[in-house]
């Protein structure tokens, strides 16, 4: 049984508020624009998930709900993963592996450049960077999220805002 998993960088953020500690940077403009955009693009695409798991810093879970509203999946239900904010590699990783085997398909919102590393691991995709916004969708041909290890996946989409 294949996995999905779709990994999500937050929105552009706003840095106009300096007195704001990083984790509670909202999104900027931009940001409002581009994240019911890139949902709209999974949404046309007919793409579901069973579960959205997103970093708690503010930019990443308002990203996560935007998403979610375009997807119909209900943002109540909507894990925040503490782990996520700050995270590296080795953490997100055993983010991914611990996710319940009952969820086939999952979404991650975070940061980078954790999430470049991330994907770049999974999925040997080699990217410099995932722009902020950008949706990376790899799937795995396993029956456990555990069993998921390095360029074990195939990166079958990555979209961004300025991608047409």
């Known amino acids: 049984m294949a996995r999905d998993l779709t990994l999500i960088r937050h929105a552009k953020s706003n840095w106009d508020d300096t007195s704001l500690r990083d984790f509670d940077r909202p999104l900027n403009k931009r940001g409002f624009k581009n994240a019911p955009e890139m949902g709209k693009r999974l949404a046309r695409k007919n793409y579901h998930t069973d579960i959205i798991i997103s970093s708690p810093a503010v930019r990443a879970i308002t990203t996560a709900e935007i998403i979610a509203s375009e997807i119909c999946f209900d943002s109540n ?40 590393y991330l994907c770049n ?14 949706i990376a969708q790899i799937k795995f041909n396993t029956d456990t999220w555990k069993e998921i290890s390095k360029h074990e996946g195939e990166l079958v989409d990555f979209d961004y805002p300025k991608k047409k």
């Open 77 to 116: 239900n909507i894990l925040r993963e503490t782990a996520i904010y700050e995270a590296g590699l080795d953490v997100l990783v055993n983010v991914v592996a611990s996710i319940d085997d009952n969820y086939r398909h999952a979404i991650l919102v975070g940061h980078n450049p954790g999430l470049t």
């Open 121 to 134: 691991y999974l999925c040997d995709a080699q990217l410099d960077n995932m722009p902020t916004c950008s």
